[in-house]
């Protein structure tokens, strides 16, 4: 049996079954949280984002190593660069098949194109480099909030699970690179 691109990004229906089940949820508490952490999500925080790593890399060294900020702060443009192009190569359009998944599905049919998620890519570039250098409660803090602002995208309806889920691989490799990189060309090596 040869499995298609597109059956792997259904994940064989759990992808449809994830996404409707975290978009039918409806509480007051719950869609406030869910719009917050949907909006904390979005690249256009990223500056945002970047001045706080940097200030408190400087502030607070022992929170957050200066090397991690640094990996953050430049790690943005190929993430991003890195996320268009791959949604070209891919080819795997959100499904429009989905819209009887209810009204939040619409979001996600008309807000883009698939995979991988810019929005959980920028959150998991953000544990990914800042995480290393610190202590163990804050980096458990960063993963959980990359994690649940993840969940929060698929929750609003404007991600599916598996749009998430090549943000996060993919975030995750960028920092790693960039960190072997700035490694290999830092003080002290030869």
Same mark, same amino acid.
């Given at each position: 049996m040869e499995i298609s691109a597109t059956q792997f990004y259904h994940w064989f229906g759990l992808n449809r079954i994830l996404f409707r089940w975290l978009s039918d949820i409806h509480a007051p508490?719950?869609?406030?949280?869910?719009?917050?952490?949907?909006?904390?999500?979005?690249?256009?925080?990223?500056?945002?984002?970047?001045l706080g790593a940097l200030l408190t890399a400087y502030l607070l060294p022992r929170l957050i190593a200066p090397g991690d900020a640094i990996t953050f702060a430049i790690g943005f443009a190929p993430l991003m660069l890195a996320t268009a192009h791959l949604r070209a190569i891919i080819?795997?359009?959100?499904?429009?098949?989905?819209?009887?998944?209810?009204?939040? =599905?619409?979001?996600?049919?008309?807000?883009?194109?698939?995979?991988?998620?810019?929005?959980?890519?920028?959150?998991? %570039?953000? =544990?990914?480099? %800042?995480?290393?250098?610190?202590p163990p409660p804050a980096r458990i803090g960063v993963w959980l909030f990359a994690v649940l602002a993840g969940t929060a995208r698929v929750a609003g309806g404007h991600a599916f699970p598996a749009d998430? =889920?090549?943000?996060?691989?993919?975030?995750? =490799?960028?920092?790693?690179?960039?960190?072997? %990189? %700035?490694?290999?060309?830092?003080?002290g090596s030869s």
């Open positions: 508490a719950w869609d406030a949280g869910v719009a917050a952490l949907s909006r904390a999500a979005d690249p256009i925080q990223f500056p945002w984002y970047v080819g795997l359009p959100r499904m429009a098949d989905w819209a009887d998944a209810g009204w939040r =599905a619409a979001n996600a049919v008309k807000a883009g194109d698939g995979v991988p998620s810019s929005s959980a890519a920028l959150v998991f %570039l953000f =544990a990914a480099s %800042l995480s290393p250098g610190m998430v =889920a090549g943000g996060a691989l993919l975030a995750v =490799a960028v920092a790693w690179i960039l960190r072997a %990189l %700035l490694r290999a060309i830092g003080p």
